[in-house]
């Protein structure tokens, strides 16, 4: 029962970190593609 819920959680864990470097990864691309015009607009006006 203790290897089944050790296993369990190191493939949740996988999963979560997994999840979470997809995340910061598409966040990382497209997040200063969207700030960059609305700064370049705000910096015109």
């Given at each position: 029962m203790k290897f089944?819920?050790?296993a369990?959680?190191?493939e949740l864990?996988?999963?979560v970190t997994g999840t979470v470097?997809?995340?910061a990864t598409v966040a990382f691309f497209t997040l200063p593609y969207?700030?960059?015009p609305s700064a370049v607009l705000q910096h015109l006006t």
């Open positions: 089944r819920q050790t369990f959680s190191r864990l996988a999963v470097l997809a995340v969207s700030i960059a």
